[in-house]
């Protein structure tokens, strides 16, 4: 601190706690609702007050079909979506090993060939690519399953670049040794490569887990079938159904629980998140 | 980009490539050069016959007044929502500076919208400001505004944006913060001792200093707005009253999978690529300069 502004140092204070407040609002509002039952939340003003509630509407969410007959249980859904979203998140991570340990450590021709055609996938976020990729998945079949909801996700430059600016700095020593020693390159790359990164690929792992829990236009246009829906997916289904006799008390519940994952993870592993944050996507 | 001691040729760096130039053929070059050879085609509300129209999907897209105006309205929302959320970051992140007890307590209750999706923030705004039941709805009512977003296009702009905003200032705050807190002391104190005050030495010294951050921040929130929005109006407004929300990929989907128009659905897509490959030219380029202190 330079000075001593008493002042000034309330006022920042001041200012954080309400944007603490705008930020939380609406996360409080939704458990707030969720703590309520179905009557309750029929009469304006809506409560700002949590409720009793809460665990019998956790239940009903969680085992009972909502919004629409046979709709999948929120339980069911976010069973799908923690399949997906660990699937791009392991996947990515580990092609992108394993591609930038190629680039990075050995001479073959087509190299640098290989290197731009992984560049130009940054620039081509799945929106602007919609119909013809799943046209592809289409007559691949993958429509409904699992493949078809992660694979097409799973090649992005952003961690195949992250892990080479990595790699980069690895001292040539570590090589050198590892060499004298007789350690061929995978050997290398499992004892030494790996362990060197785990930071790296741990705050990899936040960013990617939430970015496939919270998929939205794939699952969307890939999957018709019920049971392959992913929580974010029922949320909107909930909506729609929502237009004549909204279940709040249920939907926000559903959000609430969709949000607990992703939050979690941030929260759980956030120094390591926020260090990969800050100093990869630059 | 080579190590200096690396592996010579084998086998085996190809066999490493491969997933993920497989992956990326199949998924990424090959549907993109689809995108762009059904950009040139024409085909009839069947799929029966298809007919290569040049430029003629391209034409139309540039002489409809619809597109221009979604294009506009793409602007407006992406530049409100980048500026909302960078400047209420960036205010949070230089207060954060100013203190010495609580940062993580203030960090932590501030990053969580980050993990919220886009669908799940939309759901929760269309609830707060829902016309007969939303909270907000509800207080602006008491005061005499008849908040309807359902029917109120202007309304439902604000709506989409605020909720847009509201995911975005946790990225944008840890950005400012670890920008802010990586400019050397020394300078702010020196500053400080030639008699420039708190405000003084945001605008002259810190701001200034900050700016390949807030470059960059400014193309990811653009690109935020431009793609990753999909999901919050999808869940708050489909595209509408009457359009009002329709943004350029919000159109792409709607033209391509309920209108099933998929040669302007394809070019609409090149064009929405080609903004994309400015945006990531641009950012890169900027990245490289970086300001040294």
Known sequence: ????????????????????????????????????????????????????????????????????AGSLPVGLMMLNSLIMAMMIAVGKISISL?????????????????????FVTLMLP???????????????SMLNSYWGLTIPLIASATATFMFRQVFLTIPDEMLEAARVDGAGPMRFFWDILIPLSRTNIAALFVILFIYGWNQYLWPLLITTDKEMFTVVMGIKQMLETAEQAPDWHLIMMTALLAMIPPIFVVLSMQKMFVQGLTETDK | MLKRVHFGPSVLP????????????????????????????????????????WFDNFADLINDGIYLDTFKRTAFFSFSVAFLAMSIALILAAMV??????????????????????????????????????????????????????????????????????????????????????IPKSLIEAAAIDGAGPLKRFWTIIFPLITPTTFFLLVVNIVYAFFET?????????????????????????DGFVGLDLGGSAAQSVILMAIVIVMTVIQFRYIERKVEY
Do not use: C
């Not at chain 1, 407040?21 to 409560?47: C, N």
């Not at chain 2, 999808?234 to 792409?252: D, F, N, R």
């Open chain 1, 126 to 140: 799945v929106e602007v690519r919609i119909l013809p990729t799943f046209e592809v998945v289409a007559n691949l």
């Open chain 1, 98 to 118: 394993l591609s930038a340990y190629a680039i990075v450590y050995f001479r073959f021709p087509f190299r640098m060939g290989f290197f731009w055609m992984i």
């Open chain 2, 230 to 254: 999909f999901g919050v109006i999808h869940a708050i407004t489909q595209g509408g009253p009457a359009k009002a929300t329709e943004i350029l990929v919000y159109k792409v989907f709607y």
């Open chain 2, 97 to 182: 500076d100013r203190i010495i007890k609580g940062v993580y307590v203030y960090r932590t209750l501030l990053i969580w919208p980050y993990a919220v999706a886009p669908v799940v923030a939309g759901a929760l705004w269309v609830f707060m400001f829902d016309p007969t039941l939303g909270i907000f709805a509800y207080a602006l009512n008491t005061i005499g505004y008849d908040w309807n977003h359902k029917l109120n296009g202007g309304e439902a702009m604000t709506l989409v944006i605020l909720a847009s905003t509201w995911k975005q200032i946790a990225y944008n705050f840890l950005f400012f913060v670890a920008a802010i807190q990586s």
């Open chain 1, 1 to 68: 601190m330079i000075e001593n502004r008493p002042f000034i140092t309330f006022l920042a204070h001041l200012t954080l706690v309400l944007g603490v407040l705008l930020v939380a609002f609406p996360i409080w509002i939704t458990f707030v609702a969720s703590t309520h039952d179905a009557v309750r939340m029929t009469h304006v003003p809506l409560p700002l007050l949590p409720g009793d509630q809460f665990f019998v509407n956790l239940k009903t969410a969680l085992t009972e079909s909502i919004g629409g």
């Open chain 2, 14 to 53: 190809f066999l490493l490539v491969a997933p993920q130039i497989a992956v990326t053929l199949v998924f990424f070059i090959w549907p993109a050069s689809q995108a762009l050879y059904q950009s040139f085609l024409l085909e009839d509300a069947f799929g029966l016959s298809t007919e290569f129209v």
